[in-house]
């Protein structure tokens, strides 16, 4: 099935530690999206990828870095600059074109020890 | 920036109630825009969305209509149901960049009551 795979499902941080989130596409989509789930905060949106070795900072960037080295890959890296990390991480791709649509993973819940 | 601002939740109706969640933005250029809704226990997907001023999108009984003038997209349906219940999302996607940047209201929570 296609589709978008985020793992873990939970995901603990001790202090001064990074930690790296997964996701995985094989919907062959060119744009991803990682978004940030507060309780009454809706999503809000870290950093995004248009191609391979190209992505842009999102509206809450800081203490968060990623990689794009392939097309179905777009990993997350909640690093030790990062003082408030407890969220539910979603990821994305998008069909792009006129029709564009996200598709979501199932998220991944960080929290700190 | 570009914004989404939504209506707060909760919102508690009774079934065959007519609903309304409001939606307005603000963008640069010509955003399409989206409703996305979270049911209970599943993950976010598309309900409806509009491409450009004075279209439509619908779906399940849902409507939206772009309206440029009033920089807002308004969610109505007729009659709700208990089924209905869920969190819902308005979102605008801005084109103009290199890549498609697409951001988010803050959520509605939806619940009704039979």
């Known amino acids: 099935d296609g589709g978008i795979t985020q793992s873990p499902k939970y995901l603990f941080r001790k202090e001064g530690q990074n930690v790296t989130l997964s996701c995985e596409q094989n919907?062959?989509?060119?744009?991803m999206y990682w978004y940030r789930q507060d309780p009454g905060q809706g999503l809000r949106l870290i950093y995004y990828?248009?191609?391979?070795?190209?992505?842009q900072k999102g509206d809450i960037a800081e203490g968060y870095s990623v990689s794009r080295e392939k097309k179905e890959s777009f990993p997350l890296t909640v690093t030790s600059a990062q003082k408030n990390p407890t969220a539910f991480y979603l990821c994305?791709?998008?069909?792009?074109?006129?029709?564009?649509?996200?598709?979501f993973g199932s998220g991944t819940q960080l929290s700190v020890l | 920036g570009n914004s989404v601002t939504q209506m707060e939740g909760p919102v508690t109706l009774s079934e065959e109630a007519f609903l309304t969640i409001n939606c307005t933005y603000t963008?640069?250029?010509?955003?399409?825009l989206f409703w996305y809704v979270q049911y209970p226990g599943e993950g976010l997907q598309l309900l409806l969305k509009a491409t450009k001023a004075d279209d439509k999108g619908s779906n399940k009984g849902f409507e939206a209509t772009y309206r440029k003038e009033t920089t807002s997209f308004h969610l109505e349906k007729g009659s709700v149901q208990v089924s209905d219940s869920a969190v819902y999302f308005c979102a605008l996607s801005d084109q103009w960049s290199s890549a498609s940047k697409i951001i988010f209201g803050s959520g509605t929570r939806l619940s009704i009551r039979p």
């Open positions: 990828s248009q191609i391979v070795n190209d992505f």
């Open positions: 994305a791709s998008n069909t792009g074109g006129t029709n564009e649509k996200l598709f």
């Open positions: 963008a640069t250029g010509y955003p399409s």
């Open positions: 919907l062959n989509h060119d744009a």
